[in-house]
Nanobody, 125 residues
């Protein structure tokens, strides 16, 4: 059974950087999209970034564009989220997800059928 495990969250000052990792474990892993979503207290889970595994095409929410970079390592079945110029508004639990069977609605959380447990990112002012 394939599972996703995030790591790399923590506490950082505004303007700082963090790199999140999401590793897929299991005998075989194949996905169309990998995505990063985030959920702040009292708010809905929102799309942050996604990558299409076959082409490497990346997609970003407007709120993170230019600051976050999503990438993947096919050999390691791992996707990364490099987060720079962090602000307190980026504080949230970050989840990675895999869309193994859906369409091309990479920004829609309901397209994703496999989720990690989440990792907390806290940005202090």
């Amino acid at each position: 059974q394939v599972q996703l495990a995030e790591s790399g969250g923590g506490l950082v000052q505004a303007g700082g950087s963090l790199r999140l990792s999401c590793a897929a474990s299991g005998r075989s892993f194949s996905t169309r999209y990998s995505g990063w979503f985030r959920q702040a207290p009292g708010k809905e889970r929102e799309f942050a970034a996604a990558i299409r595994w076959s082409s490497g095409q990346t997609y970003y929410a407007e709120s993170v564009k230019g600051r976050f970079t999503i990438s993947r390592d096919n050999a390691k079945n791992t996707v990364y989220l490099q987060m720079n110029s962090l602000t307190p508004e980026d504080t949230a639990v970050y989840y990675c997800a895999a869309d193994r069977v859906g369409g091309d609605y990479y920004y829609n959380r309901y397209e994703y059928d496999l989720w990690g447990q989440g990792t907390q990112v806290t940005v202090s002012s």
